[in-house]
């Protein structure tokens, strides 16, 4: 007889019925076996209707049971000789047992998701929740206490350092990736007094030599962008020129 793989194999044979003199292997047997047999009466319960009851002892003596629909109501009905009377209504047909059961199994299942669904909408409220309780303060600061006040002043101290650390990383790459500096022609602004004909009453000067920076090139919000813009250096804001010593 051809296996599978295309290898000579001897087929099913039947196994010798002994008892096995290996301890690990005769406790392994038994736990096969006892699901197997336990299987076989599940089925003949559903298939034939039958009331089953089954109760087996393992070699180190703990034992195991098995009931359709329960083991207590056969083993009653076996010890007080009421042989023909059905232990329940619903014994009768084991399909109604089957089908109970598969409605349970569904009102279970819709419970679970209808608490996952509940759940997730809590931790949504929650973390809205904790947000709106942070910033609440801002709102009502005059009616906060002094440690409510340390807690906001440390919260505004940490977004402001973040705020910073990434302003500078902005800069920086802006800096990296800008071309070298050209000189000023055509024109007295930023130049020296004297230079060019211009006087420094003229034109600002704002102390940082001969170069301007473009505003584009200035701390956002910073007082010097601001100047900037109320000096009219917003048409030159595409020279590309840097301040020394920014």
Not at 33 to 59: E, H, M, N, Q
Not at 165 to 176: E, M, P, T, V
């Amino acid at each position: 007889m051809m296996g599978r793989r295309g290898t000579m194999s001897h087929g099913r044979r039947k196994i010798e019925i002994k008892k096995i003199r290996n301890e690990d292997a005769r406790h392994v047997c038994f736990s096969k076996r006892k699901a197997g047999i336990f299987a076989k009466a599940s089925d003949i319960s559903t298939l034939c209707g039958a009331d089953v009851a089954l109760l087996v002892y393992s070699p180190a003596g703990n034992p195991y049971s098995f009931g359709s629909p329960s083991v207590q109501p056969i083993v009653d009905r076996f010890l007080s000789g009421n042989f023909g009377q059905a232990g329940s209504a619903a014994n009768a047909n084991p399909n109604n047992v089957v089908q109970q059961l598969n409605h349970q199994y569904m009102d279970l299942s819709k419970k679970l998701d209808a608490a996952r669904e509940k759940k997730a909408k809590l931790r949504e409220r929650l973390d809205a929740s904790v947000l709106s309780e942070e910033w609440a303060w801002a709102n009502s600061i005059d009616n906060l206490g002094l440690e409510q006040l340390d807690r906001l002043k440390d919260g505004f101290e940490w977004l402001k350092g973040s705020a910073e650390a990434r302003i500078k990383d902005i800069l920086n790459s802006g800096q990296r990736m800008a071309p070298p500096p050209a000189p000023m022609r055509g024109g007295p602004v930023g130049m020296a007094p004297g230079a060019g004909g211009a006087s420094s009453s003229s034109y600002p000067m704002w102390g940082f030599g001969p170069v301007q920076m473009a505003p584009n090139q200035l701390e956002p919000g910073s007082f010097q962008a601001q100047l900037a813009a109320s000096n009219g250096m917003g048409n030159m804001g595409y020279m590309h020129h840097r301040m020394d010593g920014f």
